[in-house]
């Protein structure tokens, strides 16, 4: 039924996210208020998600320190992007079953997208890490200029994929009406309800969703047919 599948990463590759200390650490290095960078992270999340602030990690850091009335050193903006990164990692570890269902479909012979709305941290961290290798496209919010649930984060997927949407099932926790976009765009969309989400970090969540929902990423192969892993 399925050709590919395109997963969500924040919340749906990984556990919960919980915003850890790491972020007060990255504004005390840049010498702004702590609650007041939190405040302004939260703010800013869609614009900085959209490319508002550019790619470039010191510069986009920089213009956020401006608006708090600092202006950090080059010394504090490159300790700052090595904290930024390290804090988002830390609030997102990856799900136990991240790594074997996505083995298990590139086995099955399916195609893999990660479409995320994130900023430079994502595209950076992401080639590096343990799921390096084990997805066919990438497609950033940052680097698309749109958010989810804008359509070309989602045609963009499928071209990458080579795929029509008909073909592509999109995996989800739901949040920037995600699943109602992948849906509209012709996709299969189905929420992952995990048990640690409900209280995570998200950004226009869509609480009223009555599609379809798994509890875990392993249903994901029950989804397209391929064999399901051994507990």
């Known amino acids: 039924m399925f050709r590919a599948v395109c997963f969500d990463y924040f919340n749906t590759c990984t556990a919960a996210v919980r915003r850890g200390e790491d972020h007060r650490r990255t504004a005390e290095v840049l010498g702004v208020d702590p609650d007041e960078w939190i405040a302004l992270l939260d703010r800013t999340f869609e614009e900085r998600a959209a490319?508002?602030?550019?790619?470039?990690?010191?510069?986009?850091?920089?213009?956020?320190?401006?608006?708090?009335?600092?202006?950090?050193?080059?010394?504090?903006?490159?300790?700052?992007?090595?904290?930024?990164?390290?804090?988002?990692?830390?609030?997102?570890?990856?799900?136990?079953?991240?790594?074997?269902?996505?083995?298990?479909l590139r086995s099955a012979g399916l195609g893999?997208?990660?479409?995320?709305?994130?900023?430079f941290e994502l595209p950076h961290f992401l080639p590096r890490s343990p799921l390096a290798g084990l997805f066919d496209a990438a497609v950033y919010s940052s680097e698309i200029g749109h958010t989810k649930p804008h359509p070309a984060m989602y045609r963009t997927a499928c071209a990458l994929l080579g795929v029509e949407p008909a073909d592509c099932l999109y995996v989800g926790d739901g949040g920037s009406l995600e699943l109602t976009g992948a849906g509209a765009c012709g996709l299969t969309a189905v929420r992952l309800a995990a048990g640690d989400l409900g209280d995570h970090l998200t950004y226009n969540d869509e609480p009223g969703w009555s599609g379809p929902c798994i509890e875990n990423l392993n249903e994901v192969l029950e989804l397209v047919g391929a064999p399901m892993l051994v507990a």
């Open 112 to 119: 893999i997208a990660i479409v995320s709305d994130c900023w």
């Open 51 to 104: 490319g508002g602030y550019g790619s470039d990690s010191m510069t986009g850091l920089w213009q956020l320190c401006n608006e708090l009335g600092v202006e950090p050193t080059e010394t504090q903006l490159c300790h700052a992007v090595d904290l930024r990164l390290a804090a988002l990692q830390a609030d997102a570890p990856l799900r136990p079953a991240t790594i074997p269902v996505l083995r298990a």
